[in-house]
């Protein structure tokens, strides 16, 4: 007998040993993602570790390039709770403008640690001044500007997001 056709008997053999009537799946997986109603992009929880507390935020992954370039542009409404993420496949210098942007937002840069490197708080709506890091970065955070100082988050405090590691 081949080990192909021992590997289906012996699969078949546990199944018939299975107790009948009863469920013998798990119950699928549960993710946290799901899709954002106005972009359409992916939404998964980030969290941002600040002294101590843990502030939650469910966030838009800008993942393609066409994602990251259109960002924000044109959103009118933006969450406390809410933001877009957009991560980057190798750490470099980051530049952001605020172009077609009616929100000001809190640019926050994420270095290779996983640590925010600096914050260009309450950026000015429609400006195109470049917004830059001060050191590479892996991603790159939006939340509605005045968010990071109401929080008391800061360079230096650790972000994660599902379905990354640092």
């Known amino acids: 007998m081949t080990r192909f056709a021992s590997l289906l008997l012996a699969l078949g053999m546990l199944a018939a040993c299975s107790p009948q009537g009863e469920a013998t799946t798990s119950a699928p997986v549960r993710t946290e993602s799901s899709k954002h109603p106005v972009s359409g992009l992916e939404v998964v929880p980030l969290t941002v570790t600040s002294g101590g507390k843990r502030h939650k935020f469910r966030v838009e992954v800008a993942a393609s390039d066409a994602e990251q370039g259109r960002g924000l542009m044109f959103r009118t409404e933006l969450g406390p709770d809410e933001g877009m993420i957009f991560p980057r496949k190798v750490p470099t210098m980051a530049s952001f ?3 077609n ?3 000001p937002l809190d640019i926050i840069f994420i270095g290779p640690d996983g640590r925010i490197i600096n914050i260009a708080a309450r950026t000015t709506p429609y400006s195109l001044d470049l917004v830059n890091s001060q050191g590479p970065t892996s ?4 939340l509605i500007g005045g968010r990071t100082e109401e929080l008391g988050i800061k360079a230096g405090d650790s972000v994660e997001w599902q379905g990354h590691e640092w």
Do not use: D, S
């Not at 991603?139 to 939006?142: D, H, N, T």
């Open 97 to 99: 403008w605020m172009k």
């Open 101 to 103: 942007t009616p929100l």
């Open 139 to 142: 991603a790159v955070l939006e």
